[in-house]
């Protein structure tokens, strides 16, 4: 037997601020669950190991950078990209 659904599922309220485009984002009101963040690596610096939680908005199609998710969020995410 496994659990099919236990509780509500993880949601986090966001604004869309574009801070993973440069800031152009559109202030759209969003409602994110852990399915719709995906793993981006710094355009900046071509080489750089660093990795960022983004989601993509589906207003204006920029990227908002998240922060602060619970660590189980990051693990799902992680997981998903390999």
């Given at each position: 037997m496994k659990v099919i659904k236990k509780g509500k599922p993880w949601t986090k309220k966001v604004t869309c601020t574009g801070n993973g485009n440069g800031g152009a984002g559109c202030g759209a009101e969003l409602e994110i669950?852990?399915?719709?963040?995906?793993?981006?690596?710094?355009?900046?610096y071509r080489d750089s190991p660093e990795y960022y939680y983004t989601i993509?908005?589906?207003?204006?199609?920029?990227?908002?950078?998240?922060?602060?998710?619970?660590?189980?969020?990051?693990e799902f995410v992680d997981k998903k990209r390999r």
């Amino acid at each position: 037997m496994k659990v099919i659904k236990k509780g509500k599922p993880w949601t986090k309220k966001v604004t869309c601020t574009g801070n993973g485009n440069g800031g152009a984002g559109c202030g759209a009101e969003l409602e994110i669950e852990k399915e719709d963040i995906f793993v981006t690596s710094s355009q900046a610096y071509r080489d750089s190991p660093e990795y960022y939680y983004t989601i993509t908005c589906p207003e204006c199609k920029t990227k908002t950078d998240i922060t602060g998710l619970p660590k189980a969020v990051e693990e799902f995410v992680d997981k998903k990209r390999r």
